[in-house]
């Protein structure tokens, strides 16, 4: 069995001499200096300086392990190494100077050089796993991961890092490279739970599912957004719209009442028109907004509902589509998210799906009315919120997020007047 504490150089050596009480002050200096360097032999290399002890014992214990003149208390000595790795070899002819202080001291050397090294040989594998990959994808396959620049991405992503920490690496990448290989051409769909064969529930949660979306550029978003870009459809019953006020075409909902409209009756929505010319229907990304405008109609026995949309959070594609049918069913679109980053690319998928949709309370003299001063580091641009050139501006100066309850007066008010007013301009 090999030793733990040297890698067998010990094997065959008569170490009892060179582990006398009376050197433990060497072999303790030398076990510094082989964990300074990463050198768990420390044969040759620059000398290592130690401090003499006092006790005539100790010195007389170092005969012919250190040369040169005799050894004096408390001087500073310089070891040399190779003269140190030939007195420690007439013991063992495998023996190095850091496999007998290895042993002194009763633990392995260099152990943060030695994960260093292990964790550069892992992610060097990972690197050549996904080169090695790239005969066995389809074409399509490739062009969407861009093996060039593949593992640049999972580094910064953390998902090295985190590979690293699985117990097994390899076997989840090769894992989620066949997943990959499974994704459909464009213009083509597929089912995620027919892409593991015999498992339609392994990429529901959990690493693997994160891992390809990550490998093929989909993260960041969320995660059934990220599938539909691949051409993957998620389970369509989940998720979906929080509705009040509204309905599709051809619905009985009793007046009043809140519904949840999931992917699936999403997918092909055509929506009941408006009453009236020029109504208008209320988008949020906050149920409490939604449940505060329904409670309000009920206490006020308001004649008419509420009409409200609720997102729950950053919609999907479908969802932003749906409420972009709204518009062509002839209805006018007010739209809001919180003030934070995720709100503002929530407001530009909204508004890119519903061009003619208002944004609602959305300005920057809306923002600075509630936002208190913060210590968040936004670095944002005016492009992150391009229907007011004012209002990244304001949140980067402020260094605070603002959210949709602190301005629930604001809200309740226009959604009961059944209009948005203009957000107010920003101060000079």
Known sequence: M??????????????????????AWLWEAVAAAAD?????????????????????????????????????????RRVSLEVLAAGVATRGP??????????????????????????TAASDRIRMQLEGSATSLPHHVRELINLETAYTRLRTLGWVSRLLNTPDATALLDQALQVAAQLPPPGRRIDRRLLVPGNPHALDTGALPALVLALTGSSGSPARSGW????????????????????PYGWQV???????????????????????AGVWVFVTENPSVLAAASAQALTDDAATTPRVVCTAGTPSQVECAAIGALSDAGWRVAVRADFDPAGLAHMRALLAAAPAALPWRMGAGDYLTVATEGTLDLHLEEADAPWDPHLAAAMSTRSAHAYEEDLL?????????????PPPTAPA
Not at 254 to 276: D, H, S
Not at 409 to 421: K, N, Q, R, S, V
Request: glycine share 10%.
């Open 2 to 23: 090999t030793c733990p504490l040297c890698d067998g150089a010990c094997d065959g050596a008569d170490l009892a001499p060179l582990l006398s009480p009376e050197l």
């Open 36 to 76: 300074r360097r990463g050198d768990e032999s420390l044969t040759g290399g620059p000398a290592v300086t130690v401090t003499v002890p006092a006790l005539p014992a100790q010195r007389a214990a170092a005969a012919g392990l250190i040369d040169g003149r005799p050894l004096e208390p408390g001087q500073s």
């Open 94 to 119: 495998r023996l190095t100077p850091g496999a007998v202080a290895a042993h002194a001291c009763n633990r392995r050397l260099a152990a943060k050089a030695r994960r260093r090294a292990q964790q």
């Open 228 to 247: 539909a870009r691949l051409g993957v459809d998620c389970d369509d019953l989940l998720g979906g719209l929080i509705i009040t006020g509204v309905t």
């Open 254 to 276: 009793p007046p009043g009442a809140t519904f949840t409209l999931p992917p699936r009756e999403l997918t092909r929505i055509v929506w009941t028109p408006p009453p009236a």
């Open 409 to 421: 007066p604001i809200l309740l008010a226009d959604i009961a007047a059944g209009t948005p007013d």
